[in-house]
């Protein structure tokens, strides 16, 4: 090994143990919901818990809403607001861990298969 590859290593080695020591700010977890008829597509199947941004796309030709609740007594019910077709809406929400159900709010659609489940785990323990 060469003088030069060890310097190189020795810095990956402090950056390393640089970002273990100081952890950065936590980003909100982000979770796409693609709508289309008549289905909801999750862009991951799990997240982890804290501040989240959910962003609803409607690739449909028809309107739709989404909801979500945690599988849990007296669980809040959170929603993104109609969203047209072609359109996009986001909004940000806090995520308790635990298992979600997702659907959406219009007409018969959760029947016909709008519906979905995410799961939110624990933060790491640290
Ligand atoms: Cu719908």
Redesign the pocket.
Known sequence: MNARLVAACAAVALVAGASAAAAPPRQPARLQVT?N??TFVLSRSTVRSGPAIVELVNF?E????LALRRRAPGAKTWRVRTVTPGGVRERQLRLAAGRYQLW????N?RALG?RATLKVKPPPKR
């Open positions: 709508a008829e008549f449909g028809d309107d739709h809403d959406c709010t219009l007409a659609h709008m």
